[in-house]
């Protein structure tokens, strides 16, 4: 199963369309800050499966702050991070880990990517696909009972600059 791992697309719908194009995923999952965008994605790829949940940008929304998805008998927790205080670091990250008993957590918010393993349980931030340069997104195979994580990074970008 080839999952890819998007965060903080704040409006940056194009990249991630390139990232599906490029890596042709089985199912997507969204860690927030960009739920609109994600919605976008789904509509144009409404074959591949999309979990997300809401981010500390993500107003007017009924997503969850968190999800639990079970694929190939490996429990992933999904979050933005700015419940669990990510930036200040993962002991509170790792505590919630233990107590969900899950074997993975992705997480968003800090735009910057991270691939960890603690204990038996795996660490993953994509870094950014729309605030972030190099822009950034996360593909991970499950397969044969392990998780396999990668971080990629692009220097396209669709959304333009001027400065006046």
């Known amino acids: 199963m080839k999952i890819l791992v998007l965060s903080d697309s704040h409006g940056e719908v194009e990249g ?11 199912m997507i999952f969204h860690l927030g800050d960009g739920w609109r965008d994600a919605q ?22 009924n997503l969850e702050r968190e999800q639990v998805v079970q694929v190939d008998g490996k429990r ?6 700015h419940t669990l205080g990510v930036k200040q670091g993962l002991r ?18 800090t735009h910057t990517p991270l691939v960890e393993l603690r204990g038996n349980v795996l660490f993953m931030n ?15 195979i499950v397969e044969d009972g392990q998780l396999k994580p990668r971080i990629c990074r692009t220097l396209e ?8």
């Open 16 to 26: 991630m369309v390139r990232a599906v194009r490029k890596v042709r995923p089985d």
């Open 40 to 61: 976008s994605l789904a509509e144009e790829f409404p074959e591949v499966p999309l979990f997300q949940v809401a981010g500390n940008c993500d107003y007017r929304n």
């Open 92 to 109: 509170e990250a790792e505590a919630e880990v233990r107590r969900q008993g899950v074997d993975a957590l992705l997480f968003g918010h």
């Open 76 to 81: 992933i927790l999904l979050c933005h991070g």
């Open 126 to 140: 994509p870094g950014s696909i729309g605030m972030a340069y190099p822009p950034s997104y996360g593909v991970l």
């Open 157 to 164: 970008r669709s959304r333009q600059f001027s400065f006046r």
